[in-house]
T-cell receptor
Framework: EPEVTQTPSHQVTQMGQEVILRCVPI?????FYWYRQILGQKVEFLVSFYNNEISEKSEIFDDQFSVERPDGSNFTLKIRSTKLEDSAMYFC??????????????FGDGTRLSIL | DQQVKQNSPSLSVQEGRISILNCDYT??????FLWYKKYPAEGPTFLIS?????DKNEDGRFTVFLNKSAKHLSLHIVPSQPGDSAVYFCAASAWTGNQFYFGTGTSLTVIP
């Protein structure tokens, strides 16, 4: 069964540094998402992406965050200047159709981001 | 702003018995609901969904019930198996948006 893959599985970064989290969504999917889960808390939506642009973003997704689909397969999340509170599990998800079509999102296994 | 709530952080059930996981929501615009299962070190895996035009959806051992007037949904697993031990998240979306709102999860332990 096709799956969403994320790399790296664990990223350790110094505070203030830039970090790029990478995702390869399922190949025929058109909608892409990033979520994060701070340890012990709920999964929180960050951003959705369709047709090479952001379709929706949460208040968490401030100017320090950006997303990109640099080629036909990768979907990246960049945090420009990391803060301690950015430490979390970051999940990428993709879906074939949008939410209005009542389609589930398929998640990757996540990248654990640790900011020192 | 906790729009989706799972008030039980954990649940233990004997193998073979029924597991009932509950979820409440506050946003009356939500019209699509899902349950995800999550094992440690893995991402959430889609389990079952229900749209607001239905009040029940069944898939094998898993049944989701939706009570719109109470803004409540539940997941029934019967019979429960040890492999069902995981964290279960309910999630909801509204036709006005393109994101899912997740609950905080319920950790289910099925005791052999």
């Amino acid at each position: 069964e096709p799956e969403v893959t994320q790399t790296p599985s664990h990223q350790v970064t110094q505070m203030g540094q830039e970090v790029i989290l990478r995702c390869v969504p399922i190949s025929n999917h058109l909608y892409f998402y990033w979520y994060r889960q701070i340890l012990g808390q709920k999964v929180e939506f960050l951003v959705s992406f369709y047709n090479n642009e952001i379709s929706e973003k949460s208040e968490i997704f401030d100017d320090q965050f950006s997303v990109e689909r640099p080629d036909g397969s990768n979907f990246t999340l960049k945090i420009r200047s990391t803060k301690l509170e950015d430490s979390a599990m970051y999940f990428c998800a993709s879906s074939a159709l949008d939410i209005y079509s009542n389609q589930p999102q398929h998640f990757g296994d996540g990248t654990r981001l640790s900011i020192l | 702003d906790q729009q989706v709530k799972q008030n039980s952080p954990s649940l233990s059930v004997q193998e073979g018995r029924i597991s009932i996981l509950n979820c409440d929501y506050t946003n009356s615009m939500f019209d699509y609901f899902l349950w995800y299962k999550k094992y440690p070190a893995e991402g959430p895996t889609f389990l079952i969904s229900i749209s607001s035009i239905k009040d029940k959806n069944e898939d094998g051992r898993f049944t989701v019930f939706l009570n719109k007037s109470a803004k409540h949904l539940s997941l029934h697993i019967v019979p429960s198996q040890p492999g069902d031990s995981a964290v279960y998240f309910c999630a909801a979306s509204a036709w006005t948006g393109n994101q899912f709102y997740f609950g905080t999860g319920t950790s289910l332990t099925v005791i052999p």
